[in-house]
């Protein structure tokens, strides 16, 4: 008997974190210290709100069906924003609006592979990518990476073979926080385009990035043959309920992706594209300000390390809103994720959940998401991880 889709993979983690918490009671004095996940819990600011209860009230566009590959207006702002920021030459013609990053991904694996085919992930991976190529019967092929987590296009080069479709990167890193230096992602786009595969790369992250300037080149001159660009609003503007990511490429994959969105959505969110295009229009200075307190709480972790460098923990990576961790105890991450939960008052994943199950690295990492953790509740989780002695 076959299998259904959602079988062939494992379940959401961090919907399995979350379980974790039931029953689970914390002494007065030792609030959870909630790690777990990369979203921001706070409201879009009250100026976005305020704009997005005006459009409610008097845009009847916002409640109707709009167009699949999204609305005009901020198709050709993103064009015009990442052509402005990357040096590049984009039209709006090459950008998309889809229902979430997460969306734009499996949309971009839609119109590259079939059945069987293969995708190159470094790991440790965005599990979410890892799901929706089980789930579309692709083969996800593992990129090793180093100390530093920065994957080699050398290596992958190894890798790729007759049903290879995409090597697809996440820079900011998920979940290990690095930044892929810009010759690192040229390295890559010269090796897909010599193999004639795609590049997908997520920069979900990219308005955290702690470099001044453009990450990467790749905009510059013709690069739709190669690159296909993900993006996500969520992030920058806390619209996560609202799930509006962009996916930029060449018109003709955009038409293949069309017929993947008209059937699965039909249209993005209306009310959060005329938000995330305000936002892309007057909340520059605001959104600065977003970037300088996680770059405050990416320098706070590594103001607090040290303490746990003193009891054999390592620092693997540290960026965007991820640091990863190595810990020093003789038992795996499976177990002592939801020990900490219990013990220490901390939810965090494990970094199992970050690569395949045959890979035993994942037993001896963690990942620490803090964009909702300020400097005081770094310094405490710092402090809780040194005491423990599982």
């Given at each position: 008997m ?26 007065e ?5 909630n790690?777990s ?6 409201a ?8 997005m209860?005006?459009i409610?009230m ?6 109707l069906?709009?167009p699949?590959l999204?609305?005009p ?10 052509s ?6 984009i ?7 889809t229902?979430g ?27 979410n ?5 089980d789930m ?11 100390p530093?987590?920065l ?18 990167l ?6 290990g ?15 897909c385009?010599?193999?004639?595969i ?18 990467h ?5 013709d ?11 969520s992030k920058a503007?806390?619209l996560?309920?609202?799930r509006?990511g962009?996916i ?5 994959r ?17 009310l959060?594209?005329?938000a995330?295009l305000?936002?892309?229009r007057?909340?520059?200075p605001w959104?600065a300000?977003?970037r300088?307190?996680?770059?405050d709480?990416?320098?706070a972790?590594?103001?607090h390390f ?16 991820f ?13 002592l ?6 013990n220490?008052g901390i939810l ?19 990942r620490i ?18 005491l423990i002695?599982?």
């Open positions: 076959s299998r259904s889709r959602t079988s062939l993979t494992f379940p959401p983690p961090v919907m399995e974190a979350r379980r974790w918490l039931d029953g689970v009671t914390h002494p004095g030792r609030a959870l210290l790690v996940q990369a979203a921001p819990l706070d879009p600011p009250e100026r976005m709100r305020a704009e209860a005006r409610v008097e845009d009847a566009g916002a409640h069906y709009g699949v999204g609305l207006d901020l198709r050709a702002e993103v064009a015009a924003q990442w402005g920021a990357y040096g590049g030459r039209r709006a013609d090459q950008v998309a609006i229902s990053c997460n969306q734009a991904f499996a949309a971009a694996i839609s119109t590259l592979c079939g059945e069987d085919d293969e995708v190159i992930l470094p790991v440790p991976y965005y599990f990518h890892a799901m929706w190529l579309s019967g692709v083969r996800t092929v593992p990129l090793q990476t180093g530093d987590l994957p080699q296009a050398a290596e992958a080069a190894k890798l790729v073979t007759g049903r290879t479709r995409a090597i697809a996440v820079s900011p890193n998920n979940p926080g690095v930044e892929y230096p810009a010759q690192t992602l040229t390295d890559f786009r010269d090796l385009r010599s193999r004639g795609a590049l997908i790369l997520d920069e979900t992250y990219r308005d955290f990035d702690a470099r001044d300037g453009a990450p080149d790749l905009f510059a001159g690069w739709d043959d190669t690159l296909i660009q993900l993006y996500s609003f503007y806390r996560t309920g609202h509006v962009a930029a490429a060449s018109p003709a955009l038409a293949e992706v069309e017929k993947f969105l008209d059937t699965v959505t039909i249209c993005p969110n209306q959060g594209q005329r995330a305000w936002g892309m007057n909340l520059g959104l300000g977003e300088q307190e996680i770059l709480r990416r320098a972790i590594m103001d040290p303490k746990l460098a003193e009891k054999g923990w390592q620092l693997r990576g540290c960026g965007a809103y640091a990863y961790l190595r810990h020093p105890f003789d038992m795996s991450s499976a177990v994720a939801p020990w900490l939960v219990k220490a965090c994943l494990p970094g199992t959940m970050f690569r395949p199950a045959s890979d035993p690295l994942g037993a001896s990492e963690i998401a803090f964009a909702n953790v300020d400097r005081p509740a770094i310094a405490e989780l710092f402090d809780r991880l040194a002695a599982p």
